[in-house]
């Protein structure tokens, strides 16, 4: 589990219980390899590894990764700052494999939201293209709402949603008390 090799980083179809899965965090350089190949099978386009080390550096704390026997089948990477009148937002990158209903996604956002609450997070956000099925049904339970629809704003030129709302309303899926948005 603490060192990537090629089968590591080859997404198969994972059958397995929720309590085989072995959540962690980022625990180092070892870890990379492993979060960007999940993470760019998600993105249309995809980062470098010097945008990776930006995240995983800078905010080490907000990067999980899930293990199911050994192998790395899910990850979140996330990144904090200020913008506009908001002290502390989030950015997230969730990157999975095919374990679909398996609730390692959702348990990976919910660890990274509680850490952003405990650092004074006061909003979160996420993007996803509309195509991206998984991630608007991940983003939907985990209690975001949209807040934009921006065209063309990738160089594929999908249409993306971008979803936010105040952290303890993702804890506690109130959707209906979050801040306002534009």
Not at 5 to 26: G, P, W
Not at 82 to 95: A, E, L, Q
Not at 122 to 130: A, D, K, P, W
Not at 138 to 148: E, H, N, P, T
Request: overall charge negative.
């Amino acid at each position: 589990m603490e060192t990537s090799t090629k089968e590591d980083l080859e997404i198969k179809k994972v059958d397995c219980d929720a309590s085989e899965i072995e959540y962690v965090s980022y625990g180092g350089e070892h870890h990379l390899p492993l979060i960007m190949n999940l993470v760019d099978q998600e993105l249309s386009e995809p980062y470098s590894i010097f945008t990776y080390r930006y995240f995983v550096y800078l905010w080490p704390h907000l990067s999980f990764l899930a293990f199911h026997k050994g192998k790395c089948v899910s990850t979140v990477v996330c990144k904090m700052g200020d913008h506009r009148n908001v002290s502390k937002r989030i950015h997230c990158h969730v990157g999975c494999d095919k374990a679909l209903g398996k609730g390692i996604a959702t348990e990976l956002g919910t660890r990274s939201i509680k850490v952003m609450m405990e650092s004074g997070c006061e909003e979160v956000t996420l993007e996803s293209e509309v195509t991206n099925k998984g991630a608007l049904a991940l983003y939907g339970r985990l209690g975001f709402i949209r807040a934009k629809r921006l065209f063309h704003y990738y160089l594929n030129g999908i249409i993306i949603f971008l979803y936010a709302n105040h952290p303890m309303n993702l804890i506690t899926n109130d959707t209906h008390t979050s801040l306002q948005f534009l």
